[in-house]
Structures are given as C-alpha cells and as structure tokens.
C-alpha cells in the first residue's frame, strides 16, 4: 500500500506546485491593460473585479483560461470601445469609492453615466441616483439610506437612459443655486427661488412643474423693468418696495397724478398674475395704495 500510494502523492504535489506558482493575493493584484478607445490604463485585477460585475464576470473567465493553459492572455490588453475620458472618471470612483462628475461638461457626464451602466458600477449608480432625488426633493439629508433613495428614483424616473432623455441627469444630480436672474429689457434682476416659490404660484409653477425646472438660471419677462423691479421687492421686503415706489413716482413725474395711478395699475395687474396669496397680495395692496396716497 505505501509503494502504491507515494506516486500519487508526489504526482498531487506537482500539480499543487503548478497552480500556486504564483500566489493568489499576487493573481489579484498584478496589473492588467485596458485599452479604452485607444488609451491604454495599467489597472490591477481587485480595482477592476471591485466595482464592476462587467470586469468580474471577464477576469473570472481570464483566471479560469490562465489555470488551464498557462499565462499567454496576460499581455494581452482588455479592449472596452468607450471614451477614455469617461472611463478615467470611472476609474477615479472604483479607486477611491468617490463620484465625481464634471459640471461644466454635461456631455462628458452623460457619456460617463452611461458607461458605468454598461460596466456594472453599481455603487457609483446607486450614489448618484440618491444624490439625485436628495437635490430634486430639495432636502439637505437623505430621508434612508442611499440603496433606498436609489431606488425611490428608479420608481419614479425609469431606467437611468430614460432618466438621461428627459433631462432629469445629469443636471439634478448637481445642486441647484438659489439664485434666478430675471432678464427684462436690458436689466437683470437677481431673485431668490426659494422665495419666489414660497410667495408666488406663478413662480411656483415655473420653477416646480418638472423636477429640472428648477435648475433654470434665467428667465427672461416682457413686463415693464420698474413694474418687475417693485413686484419682486414686493415679495422679499415690501418696506423696500414702499421706498423704490416713492423715489420713482418723484424722479420721473414728480406729482403727475396720471402716471402714478398708471404706474399703479400696471404693479398691480403683474402682482394679481403672481399669484400671491391671499393675505400677502391684500398687504401689498395696501401698501401700494398708502404709497399712490402719499
């Protein structure tokens, strides 16, 4: 029985030898080549298999092939015909588990989201997905965790192709100013969106009637530059608007009583197509007439 059972097991000592010529942990993180669009990235193993369910399901084939038939593929670049810009940015999150897109360039964003579907990076999709919903429902927190928000999002706006088409990414990932520029004439008026929200359902329904809406940054009026320049101090600060309401009637018709009754007319009139509430519109009601009767 001994004489019989040595060659097996020196012949299951060669083959141990043979597999762990190279240990695992250095299987796992030797580099590897992407060719991505014709630019080359030195990646190791572990960052690519991490993140992406693309590049685990490739490599578990590559380290399945190697065992069998030695280590002619590891030269061998893996070929992806992405943009190498957008699989840098890729490449950035599954190394340091932080997303980033690029504001300025939404194209490049919109590229990027749309590579990291095809590649399986699921943390980076998930992230932002809630980031998304977090800035569309204006909260300063998420209400759960980022899994569930994600998926509040997928409830809400399809598949992250549909979500790019209707213009909801990449815009409403990035957090939206407060700030909207109201362009009239050849003046520029700077309101605050929160306010106008708050005070007007004109505004309201501007600013809120699709999630990106929010995210405008002009808005361009044909109504008259002084008429517009009272109306939205009306909204922010109605003493203010008192003060600018007086400096003009005297500036530019001193007591012309048919101008100001004019002039009144026509605040009043944008002030009723806001849509103020109730309360607030008959304040700066009152306020106007103790003006037009100063």
Same mark, same amino acid.
């Given at each position: 029985?001994?004489?019989?059972?040595?060659?097996?097991?020196?012949?299951?000592? @060669?083959? $141990?030898? =043979?597999?762990?010529?190279?240990?695992?942990?250095?299987?796992?993180?030797?580099?590897?080549? %992407? !060719?991505? /669009?014709?630019?080359?990235?030195?990646?190791?193993?572990?960052?690519?298999?991490?993140?992406?369910?693309?590049?685990?399901?490739?490599?578990?084939?590559?380290?399945?092939?190697?065992?069998?038939?030695?280590?002619?593929?590891?030269?061998?670049?893996?070929?992806?015909?992405?943009?190498?810009?957008?699989?840098?940015?890729?490449?950035?999150?599954?190394?340091?588990?932080?997303?980033?897109?690029?504001?300025?360039?939404?194209?490049?964003?919109?590229?990027?989201?749309?590579?990291?579907?095809?590649?399986?990076?699921?943390?980076?999709?998930?992230?932002?997905?809630?980031?998304?919903?977090?800035?569309?429902?204006?909260?300063?927190?998420?209400? @759960?965790? $980022?899994? =569930?928000?994600?998926?509040?999002?997928?409830?809400?706006?399809?598949?992250?192709?549909?979500? %790019? !088409?209707? /213009?909801?990414?990449?815009?409403?990932?990035?957090?939206?100013?407060?700030?909207?520029?109201?362009?009239?004439?050849?003046?520029?008026?700077?309101?605050?969106?929160?306010?106008?929200?708050?005070?007007?359902?004109?505004?309201?329904?501007?600013?809120?009637?699709?999630?990106?809406?929010?995210?405008?940054?002009?808005?361009?009026?044909?109504?008259?530059?002084?008429?517009?320049?009272?109306?939205?101090?009306?909204?922010?600060?109605?003493?203010?608007?008192?003060?600018?309401?007086?400096?003009?009637?005297?500036?530019?018709?001193?007591?012309?009583?048919?101008?100001?009754?004019?002039?009144?007319?026509?605040?009043?009139?944008?002030?009723?197509?806001?849509?103020?509430?109730?309360?607030?519109?008959?304040?700066?009601?009152?306020?106007?007439?103790?003006?037009?009767?100063?």
């Amino acid at each position: 029985m001994a004489e019989e059972s040595a060659p097996k097991r020196r012949r299951t000592s @060669s083959e $141990e030898n =043979s597999v762990t010529d190279r240990p695992c942990h250095d299987i796992a993180t030797e580099p590897v080549n %992407v !060719d991505v /669009g014709g630019v080359l990235f030195r990646v190791s193993k572990t960052t690519l298999t991490h993140s992406s369910s693309y590049f685990e399901s490739m490599m578990s084939e590559r380290w399945h092939f190697d065992e069998k038939e030695g280590n002619e593929r590891d030269s061998e670049a893996i070929f992806v015909d992405q943009d190498p810009k957008a699989f840098e940015l890729i490449l950035n999150y599954m190394r340091s588990g932080m997303v980033y897109l690029p504001r300025e360039d939404r194209y490049l964003c919109k590229k990027t989201l749309m590579l990291a579907e095809y590649l399986g990076i699921h943390g980076f999709l998930v992230t932002v997905k809630a980031i998304t919903m977090k800035h569309i429902s204006r909260r300063e927190d998420f209400l @759960s965790d $980022e899994a =569930s928000e994600a998926a509040q999002f997928d409830v809400r706006f399809g598949s992250l192709r549909m979500a %790019v !088409d209707k /213009g909801i990414l990449p815009i409403c990932y990035f957090p939206p100013s407060d700030e909207l520029r109201i362009k009239v004439s050849d003046k520029i008026f700077h309101a605050s969106k929160k306010v106008l929200i708050e005070k007007s359902g004109y505004f309201g329904r501007l600013l809120t009637s699709n999630p990106e809406d929010y995210w405008k940054q002009d808005y361009i009026s044909g109504e008259n530059p002084d008429v517009m320049e009272v109306a939205l101090q009306m909204l922010s600060s109605p003493n203010s608007a008192f003060t600018t309401m007086t400096e003009k009637f005297h500036r530019v018709s001193g007591q012309n009583v048919k101008f100001r009754h004019f002039y009144v007319q026509a605040i009043l009139t944008w002030l009723d197509k806001l849509q103020l509430p109730v309360d607030f519109r008959d304040n700066c009601v009152q306020t106007i007439t103790h003006t037009f009767n100063a």
